[in-house]
């Protein structure tokens, strides 16, 4: 098979403002397989989760050392290439497992969702993120939500450096301007310390806050990063859900015991075949299921549609916030978004990348 990489710019229509800082625009890649006619296409990019680094140009040299071993390879069986996705990083694997996926479903006239025997019935609405700022400027990005979609689920972004007075002023002005269908749910992007987060997490359930997502830093030390959840289990009957701690299945095995839910991203797994595997263990596990994103676009956001009927909390919004995205996103009825119905991937490129 030959392997080809192009790189292109998604540049957000707002920007977002998190706890680690703020991102207008991103360079991607998008990933070709080609063999048998077909054209398999993936997406990954660099991304930093505070403890964890990875640039886009450090991936595609990943990808450029692997081509010449895949040319005398063929793109199926899935599982025989896995000693060699095993060896890439994280992103890098995920561009390439993407692409290898579509090719597949492409190969046998399939939606990946339909070969996997998932329910498309079964998806509910993704979160839309409020970023951090000034409460006049967050109130006018839920509006702005609100004009584009329902917004019945919406997520805000805390951990201000302004510290927790200035989160509890955005949650306490987004909740006055939720009407009582609306979820609330809250990130601090691990912008809190320990003190912190059990103050916070009491008294974001007295204010209906329905989900708290890493509340502490993650920790480099396995065994430190699950004594900070654990030290947070039973303040309130909220669940509590683990992202940047929570990159693979052992992390997932690791922190079951003191969280509610794992945040599956696929460039921080390794792409499909790592998240499928991490969403049914959840699943076995009695762990609820969180789907995200970074500054994904369309192509890569449509791969994790796949997984949509086995989660519980969606939050796949990163492509509705893009000026200039190559590729169109899942298919989409109001907020609540489903994989789509062509073979593969279901991808729709909207103009060709240079």
Known sequence: MRLQLHRFRLSKAVPLAISRGTTTAVDHLLVQVEDQGLVGRGETGGFDTGHRQFTTAAIATELEALAPRLEALCPEPLQALDPLLDGLSPPARCGLDLALHDWWGQRLGQPLHRLWGLDPAACVATSVTLGLGEVPAVLARLQRWRQQLPASRVKLKLGSPDGLDHD??????????????EELQVDANGGWDLAGARRMIPWLAERGVVLVEQPLPPQADAAADTAGFAALRGLAPIPVVADESCWDLPDLVRLAPVVDGINIKLVKCGGLGPGLLMARTARRLGLGVMLGCYSDGGLLN?????????????????????????????????????????????????????
């Not at 509890?168 to 269908?181: F, H, I, Q, S």
Request: glycine letters at 12%; hydrophobic letters at 50%; aromatic letters at 2%.
């Open 302 to 354: 449509g791969a994790a549609a796949q997984l949509l009927p086995l989660v519980r909390w969606p939050d796949l919004d990163s492509h509705l916030n893009l000026l200039d995205d190559p590729f169109a996103g899942p298919d989409r009825l109001g907020d609540v978004l489903r994989p789509a119905g062509r073979a593969g991937l279901g991808a729709q490129p909207r103009q060709e990348v240079a």
């Open 168 to 181: 509890r002023a955005l949650v306490e002005a987004v909740a006055a301007a939720l009407d009582g269908g």
